[in-house]
């Protein structure tokens, strides 16, 4: 019983956690511990479904089903790799003063440029809110979205973001 109440307080503590480290010119933001342990656990009942009905499959409805569960491996696989990184402290969104860095899992680093930049928007695609960045010239730059899909509270940093861009342009005149 006293370790249920001590895993209760452990995630009411962790629900919103989203540490930023504060530096002169960069601000480091990091994953949600609670979203990437729920990706997890999520996505391993789903693959251990998909096993179970695997196993006792009877028709081929239930194997189609199986393999769909099996699919979510990727997510177990991507939300392992948040876990650790917010565990680690590796950063996913570093702010500078004159450019947004964004750490994607497979082009690395991406830099978007503040000069590039007419403003950032909070969007929902799919029932899931992202960081949405416009940019001046939208022919030859479409519009891309942060990877914050794994931060706890998308609009302080959207509007973090936006300060960020107006202090930018504020010190560029």
């Known amino acids: ?8 307080r452990l995630i009411t503590k962790l629900r919103d956690f989203v540490v930023t480290l504060r530096m002169a010119s960069q601000i480091n933001i990091y994953p949600s511990i ?6 997890t656990l999520g996505c391993s009942a ?3 479904m998909g096993c179970i009905l695997l196993k006792n499959a009877d028709s081929y409805k239930m194997i189609i089903v199986g ?14 790799y948040a876990l650790c990184s917010a565990l ?3 950063p996913i969104i570093r702010i500078h003063k004159d450019r947004v860095e964004n750490h994607t899992i497979s082009k690395r680093w991406q830099t978007i440029y503040f000069c590039d930049v007419e403003f950032f928007t909070e ?3 799919g029932g899931v809110k992202i960081i949405q960045v416009h940019f001046l010239d939208n022919a030859q730059n479409p519009d891309k979205s942060l990877n914050s899909s794994l931060i ?3 609009s302080e940093m959207c509007d973090m973001l936006n300060q960020r861009l107006e202090r ?6």
């Open 152 to 154: 706890a509270n998308k």
């Open 67 to 80: 393999i769909c569960g099996l699919a979510f491996i990727i997510g177990v696989c991507v939300g392992i």
């Open 123 to 125: 969007a929902k695609v």
């Open 168 to 173: 930018y342009y504020e010190d560029e005149r």
């Open 1 to 8: 019983m006293k370790m249920w109440i001590f895993l209760a």
């Open 46 to 48: 789903f693959v251990l």
């Open 88 to 90: 680690m402290r590796k």
């Open 34 to 39: 609670p979203k990437s342990l729920l990706l």
